[in-house]
């Protein structure tokens, strides 16, 4: 292990998963180990581009991963200069700042100068979304013309900015957002509030950055998918990795799960997604057979809903663990006052004097530490 991995920040740490696989329905499957997070190497492991070792390697850290990848590129990737989607490697500790367009499920506007998506495309990673608009709804007029979230959100505090703060946003009820009735707006003024009280409620809806139309969408482009095909899906504000089964007996769309809540349950590899709304959604295990989970029964419900009962658990426990290391360290202080106010007693005997302070060299007391947990909504997508 190198100083810095030994240096890595906790939560820059993920554990493993070993699962049975194969990449070629030919060759028998082996023991390969995934990551139990949303970054985007679990496809290149699963290609079997990139290897983790040594074989009991139980975690990994996000140096350890970004230097495999980048080392795949500068191996790999001849023919095109990769500068730009190595130089956007360190920026993904904290997430991926990806730009999805409302009417292409391929589409992503590029940041800067697009490093992001050239990441993806220089591993030859396909990268979908389904965070669409319908077609046959007014909405898709209104996103078209505003084409990505960035520009959408642009226009919300526009128009908010236009109607002096009259435009309420997100964390109310869309069909209680009003404006002044009262006020004659000019009609370019008009046509932008309207505008962002359709953005508005589109957004609201579909806060999971998955639409019902999109799902449908991205439905209709796996059938195009060959069979095999492993691409991304930037779904709530995560990569997930899809996989089109060429199994004729066990055909259609699959999730890896990855998961930590997931990461001792064997029998949970898979999501097989069956529906738009996830409701007929089903765990499968490495040989895509429905699993049975030790840990619990998750029966009919998906990855995500698992995913967040599972965070307000982990906010119960983080709460628990602060409250722990808070009677920890108030039982550290009042101990170390105890032995110095000892310390001080015994100087008093052996000298026949009051107990002086003590010396400002001495080894002040732990300060109380509190555990802060906050949850934000936002666009990037955390890979690493």
């Not at 435009?167 to 006020?183: H, I, K």
């Not at 004659?184 to 009280?197: F, G, S």
């Not at 290391?325 to 550290?332: K, T």
Request: charged share 25%; with cysteine.
């Amino acid at each position: 292990m190198t100083l810095v991995e030994e240096t890595a920040g906790l939560e820059d740490i993920w554990y493993l998963k070993e699962i049975q696989w194969s990449h070629d329905p030919e060759v028998p499957k082996s023991t390969v180990k995934i990551v139990t997070q949303n970054f985007n190497g679990n496809i290149l492991i699963l290609r079997n581009h990139i290897r983790i070792e040594p074989y009991d390697r139980t975690t990994v850290s996000y140096e350890y991963l970004s230097n495999l990848v980048a080392e795949y590129l500068l191996t790999n990737v001849t023919d095109v200069d990769p500068s730009s989607a190595l130089s956007i490697l360190p920026i993904t500790r904290r997430g991926m700042d990806l730009n999805p367009i409302f009417i292409d499920p391929r589409g992503f506007r590029p940041a800067g100068d697009g490093g992001e998506l050239k990441l993806f495309q220089l591993v030859g990673i396909e990268l979908f979304h389904g965070w669409l608009a319908d077609l046959n709804t007014f909405e898709f007029d209104v996103l078209s013309r505003y084409g990505d979230y960035d520009s959408a959100v642009n226009a919300l505090v526009f128009a908010d900015h236009l109607t002096n703060g009259q435009l309420v946003f997100s964390g109310e009820d869309p069909g209680t957002t009003t404006v002044n009735a009262g006020v004659e707006w000019k009609e370019e003024v008009k046509q932008k509030v309207e505008d962002a009280l359709v953005i508005r409620e589109f957004l609201d809806r579909t806060s999971n950055q998955l639409s019902y139309a999109g799902g449908l969408r991205l439905f209709h482009l796996a059938t195009a998918l060959k069979p095999g095909a492993l691409v991304a899906l930037f779904r709530a504000s995560h990569l997930s990795v899809l996989y089109k089964s060429p199994d004729p007996e066990r055909p259609g769309l699959y999730a890896l799960v990855t998961d930590q809540i997931f990461s001792q349950e064997p029998s949970v590899v898979w999501e097989h997604l069956e529906d738009v709304e996830g409701g007929a959604s089903s765990f499968v295990d490495s040989n895509f057979v429905r699993s049975s989970p030790a840990g619990g029964d998750f029966a009919g419900r998906s990855a995500e809903a698992v995913r967040r009962d599972y965070d307000f658990v982990t906010i119960d426990a983080d709460e628990a663990l602060a409250r722990q290391l808070q009677e920890e360290e108030r039982y550290q202080a009042q101990e170390w006052e105890r032995q110095q106010r000892q310390i001080g007693e015994q100087q008093q005997q052996q000298q026949g004097s009051p107990a002086q302070s003590l010396p400002s060299t001495n080894v002040p007391p732990i300060q109380t530490s509190t555990a802060k947990i906050s949850t934000q909504e936002k666009k990037q997508c955390i890979i690493m």
